[in-house]
């Protein structure tokens, strides 16, 4: 969880669920387990378990870093907001066909940004080929007033 102040002094708390669903261009679906290597950030090494938190982990950080949480109070947004965004990483490593559904055109449109500017990653493989990964990623976070204000 990510805990960051906006400008309007309300607090916001950032919760990543990661949900991760495999599959290949001829439409089969693979559990993470079955991978041969898990989609991974260059500096991520392992197992796949290692693979795969180690990627949890960087893609949490990228988001909480450059995730515009000030936005929901620009937009008077408040109590817990929550934006899913699904994406793949396609079989080259690029983050492709990314949408994104939230309380707010705005938060959804800022998901997608982020999401979009993470560079090329190593991309899955089964059988000794890349393979195109799809995910879930549910960004949950609650406004909560300020108690001075």
């Known amino acids: ?74 937009y008077g947004l408040t109590g817990k907001q929550k934006i899913e965004v699904q994406f793949i990483i396609d079989k080259e490593g690029y983050f492709t066909g990314i949408t994104a559904k939230g309380s707010h055109p705005a938060l959804e449109e800022e998901a997608i940004r982020i999401i979009s500017r993470i560079p090329k990653i190593l991309p899955g493989e089964k059988d000794g080929r890349g393979v195109g990964v799809s995910y879930l990623l549910p960004i949950i976070f609650k406004v909560e007033e300020d108690e001075e204000n």
């Open 1 to 74: 969880m990510i805990i960051k102040t906006c400008q309007s002094h309300k607090i916001m708390k950032l919760l990543f669920v990661f949900l991760f669903f495999v599959s290949v261009a001829s439409a089969q679906e693979y559990l993470y387990e079955e991978l041969d290597r898990f989609p991974a950030f260059e500096e991520c090494e392992g197992d796949n378990i290692e693979l795969r938190n180690c990627f949890n982990t960087k893609l949490g950080e990228i988001v909480g870093k450059y995730f515009n949480t000030d936005l929901a109070g620009l």
